[in-house]
């Protein structure tokens, strides 16, 4: 809980693929008494941690925790086949009994004229769909290879009987199918291995040479002698994979040329790329020429080719040391290298926090794309001449998570706040939904609604509408003459938002009789790009702003006076507040500084010390884009947005949580702030998660997560509920 968004930058290339009971305490100083040696002290720790164990009963908050997490179903990856006639995509569901998610690939009919069916089994996580230009083949990627790691790119017959077939199993990861033009060939990305990956065990690797930054990667590890490179593989699977992209650098988002000759990718290949941060377009030819098309001025990425072949569309923006930016769509002219943007009437970021997705053409002047708008997103159509302003295709309180689009037909993914993620079309003005995947899930949980309001911004802000968009969501079995206790959420990022979309943690939340506040304070995604842009550093050179821990505080604390004085069933005496991630880095300075508003808080995967993340991080050093300086030329600066300065003023009781294999920010973040709150003698309480990466409450292991949301709820019921 606490956050569904990753503290994150929006730098592509570099964060690119755009959820305990006894800390490790280390053996620092002599413990006393002759007879107290390391035994004793082993013995000691092994006795608090046998003591604090959990006993067999199931908790109710876990049972709940178990209902919610259990039935989380959602649709995802639409393509539709080239006729416009069908749409291919993936049900992802939570298998809670195997401690796995499950995913399989699905086909509908575009006018509803026949159900929904699956196409494969879904039990080896199946996903990537992709169609063959003539709509006889689907392509998809597997996990059914019998060796450990191994993902397989397999093919299907569309309307004609016939096997799966396999065309190419690969080592590290298959993503990004795309067939070519003249259906010969098909394109994928895959992690090409170092030599050391064969070695049985670490005891036999060769060392790691580091030249660059950025060499690891949250959920990844080691990415630099790894790299993602771009694939081909011919359709009928008569050869094995070819590498076009050879080398160190990464390539990602191939599109093909229309004449099936090479492909667009998008990469740093220059020297630097890890200092100017730059993200170039590039054309690889099937012979592994590659042109780079755009000069390293800039951040561009996710193209898509015009059907003419004539031009490239794409997303990024032109300055790469300034983030966060709304991302525009811009096009390219093949045959001049000239580009433009043509999306800048619509100031929304056009690389939503569900993910980028490339411009599709649907005609020769025409794009469609989707972006942010204030706690929703939306389907948004693009003149490609950009003479004529974006238009929105879609409205309604909900968050649209993918789409794509061919022969008039647009496909989309979208959820409200008690719907799961469901499949639509909408072909010519008409919407239609096709999917009903969430009536289970929906009537076992019976997911809460909730009341959309805005407040006055905490301080004064001149760059759009002064106000911030909150949500409330009441508890289940609501009874309007009694008061609750309200938990305040504070989301990651900090540029992503909050919106109209199923959340399991604010179900969970609401479930367990709380009232569940949460708000896109300045800083957030979703709105104009000064909005995002207000708490860049006050010293940045493009756009001073307030730095973190300031205009985005007196924003949430409005949000919360707002409530407690619009809604009479809150108790301003039982206020909670949580955060994950920056929304972590946002509870540890509440506790700090505003710690009397609050009877508890919890610090998710936070960053605590802003020094120590920009060497610790696997995107350190990136942080100067947003605070201006870097840390050596103003360590102070850091210093001062650090909530960990505070933590001699925390006094209210304080959780702790964190995954042991956080690259993002780092198990010494909470390390740092258990340690300075137990010799100070405060009230804290830390939880370290085993093999859990920085998005344990998105996609860590189901068991873990539920064992998460019965810990934060336990917690709070403890603190507020008395």
Known sequence: MGGDGAYESNVRGVMRDKRIDVASIPLLYPCGGKHFGID?????????ILSQMPTETKSPHLELAEKIISHQIG???PAVSPDGQHVAYVVTRVDYKANKY???????SADGSTPPRPLTAGEKRDGNPSWSPDGTWLAFTSGRSEKKGETTLCIIPIGANGEIRTVATMPDGVGSVRWSPNGKLIAFTSRTQDERYTKDDESWMAPRKIETFFTRLNGEDFVFDRPTHIYVVPSDGTAAPRNLTLGAREHSNPAWLTDSSGIITDGALHEGWDLDLANDLHVVKLDGTITTLTDHTGVYFAASVSPDGTKVAYLGNGDPLTSPQNEHVGVLDLATNKRQWVSRALDRTFAPTSGAIAPIWADANTLITYAEDRGTA???QVDATGKNDPSYLTGGRRMIKAFHAAASTIAFVASEVNQATELFVLIKGTERRLSEIGATLVSATEPQTWEHFTVPC?????????EVDAWIMKPKDFDPSKKYPVLLNVHGGPHTQYGETLFDETQLQAAAGFVVLMSNPRGSSGREQAWGQAILGRKHPVAPGTGWGDADVLDVLAVLDGALAKYSFCDSTRVGMLGGSYGGYMATMLAGCHGERFKAICSERAVNNMISEEWSSDIGTVFRVEHGPNHLDDAE????MSPIRHVRNINVPLLIIHSENDLRCPMSQAEELFVAMRLLGKDVTFYRFPGETHELSRSGSPLH????A???LDFFAKHLKQ
């Open 378 to 380: 939306r389907i948004v």
């Open 705 to 708: 997560r539920a064992q998460r």
């Open 458 to 466: 905490g301080s004064p802000y001149s760059g759009g509408p002064a």
């Open 710 to 712: 019965e810990i934060i």
């Open 637 to 640: 600066e850091y210093m001062r």
């Open 75 to 77: 649709a995802g990856s």
């Open 40 to 48: 004793g002290f082993v013995g000691l720790i092994h006795s608090v």
């Open 102 to 108: 499950r995913s399989q690939v699905w086909i509908a």
